[in-house]
């Protein structure tokens, strides 16, 4: 009897004390934070989902920049590897041939398209070089020919081929040789009626350059997907983008957890610290 009331004593004592006090505050400290925590997250895979509904109905935006490039751009997906298989077979069937881990991958397609008129203003004319004519024989020739196109310092095209060329005297007029006076005259062609046959033009080389910058950038609160360069008729035709949201940092309040290990406790019943060795219910303040 006088036991139970011992204890009964001791449990009254504790719920009594500033210690269940201090408790039940951090408790409701821990509890709050926690909450937080998670309303944060269901926010930002929330915005997160939001992200990727516009990524899936975005079309390409076309815009001039201050320094005269061309840009395309569109909105990005931000997933793990597993969800973008629901939403982007093509992209995740590409991050799956990468070795490693895929922070961000970016896939696009460009189209370089020029007219008549664009090359016109580019052709480098002092540098356009047709070379001697190489004869094979009497009537057939190879001539060599380079064309550069030169944009700016780092954006260019440089053509090199060569074409087969065939003479033919379609109409010989020859006229009667005869002496008169001293001097024979020949026989004489009209050379006006010579033909030009191309035999054929094949390209031997081509070195092209482009400068070109992609990547992903935030416009507010988007992921967006970029692309741009200087090159003349540079188009894009298809732009994807796909990042992995970033991993947890070093925060406060990270959660609950079960362990197994040695704990330190204090016994209310015979009032000493003692040690619990078992499984254990805890709660991680801080993470890193």
């Known amino acids: 009897m006088e036991t139970i009331k011992k204890i009964f004593k001791t449990i009254w004592s504790f719920l009594n004390s500033k210690f269940l006090g201090y408790g039940i505050a951090l408790i409701l400290i821990v509890f709050i934070a926690q909450t937080c925590s998670n309303l944060n997250k269901a926010k930002q895979d929330a915005a997160d989902a939001h992200q990727n509904i516009i ?37 995740y069937d590409e991050v799956e041939k990468q070795k490693g881990t895929v922070i961000n991958l970016n896939r696009l397609t460009i189209l370089l398209q020029q007219d008549k008129e664009d090359l016109a203003k580019y052709i480098d004319s002092l540098k356009m070089i047709i070379n001697q004519p190489i004869k094979i024989n009497d009537t057939t020739y190879i001539v060599p020919w380079t064309l550069p196109f030169t944009y700016d310092s780092t954006n260019y095209d440089i053509w090199s081929g060569q074409t087969k060329v065939g003479l033919t005297l379609s109409k010989i007029a020859p006229k009667t040789v005869f002496l008169r006076g001293n001097t024979l005259e ?13 035999l054929g033009t094949e390209m031997i080389s081509r ?14 609160g988007k992921l967006v997907v970029f692309a741009n360069s200087k090159y003349p008729g540079f188009k894009v035709v298809n732009l994807e983008g796909f990042t992995v949201p970033e991993p947890p940092r070093k925060h406060w309040f990270t959660g609950f957890s ?20 078992g499984p254990s219910f805890g709660y991680t303040i801080f993470s890193w």
């Open 207 to 220: 070195e092209t350059q482009i400068e070109l910058t992609y990547g992903q950038k935030y416009v507010k």
């Open 55 to 91: 990524a899936l109905t975005d079309t390409l935006h076309k815009e001039k920049l201050k320094t005269g490039e061309l840009q395309f751009s569109i909105a990005g997906y931000i997933s793990s590897v597993e969800d973008l298989k629901n939403v982007n077979k093509g992209l």
């Open 258 to 277: 079960v362990n197994f290990g040695i704990t330190p406790t204090y016994d209310f019943v015979s009032k000493k610290t003692i040690m619990v060795v």
């Open 186 to 198: 020949l026989p004489k062609f009209d050379f006006s009626q010579i033909a030009v046959i191309n």
